[in-house]
Nanobody
Framework: QVQLVESGGGLVQAGGSLRLSCAAS????????MGWFRQAPGKEREFVAA????????LYADSVKGRFTISRDNAKNTVYLQMNSLKPEDTAVYYC????WGTGETNSARYDDWGQGTQVTVFS
């Protein structure tokens, strides 16, 4: 099991940027694929981005492709989500999650451990 703590959320104007961080502790972080998901009020949780344990093969939802970048620093046990050109529709609680299979996938059911979430609010 791995414990995850997100940070970096906040209030930002449309067109602005934020960088989310997810710090992991517990079992070997380097064996886990990592993902970011988000949930807006009244909506289901949706996939945002994922990265494999080695840092390759990043995956993105179509809605964020070209604007968001997922990365990880295995030496710091941290995964990041750089969010640029933010839009009001990006407003949501953002969660990071750990995939014990190591690949990082779009399906939330593949993830075993979740953080508590961090709020991102984009105003126009």
């Amino acid at each position: 099991q791995v414990q995850l703590v997100e940070s970096g959320g906040g209030l930002v104007q449309a067109g602005g940027s934020l960088r989310l961080s997810c710090a992991a502790s517990g079992r070997a972080f380097t064996t886990y694929g990592m993902g970011w998901f988000r949930q807006a009020p009244g909506k289901e949780r949706e996939f945002v981005a994922a990265i494999s344990r080695g840092g390759g093969r990043p995956l993105y939802a179509d809605s964020v492709k070209g604007r968001f970048t997922i990365s990880r620093d295995n030496a710091k046990n941290t995964v990041y989500l750089q969010m640029n050109s933010l839009k009001p529709e990006d407003t949501a609680v953002y969660y990071c999650a750990a995939d014990k299979w190591g690949t990082g996938e779009t399906n939330s059911a593949r993830y075993d451990d979740w953080g508590q979430g961090t709020q991102v609010t984009v105003f126009s």
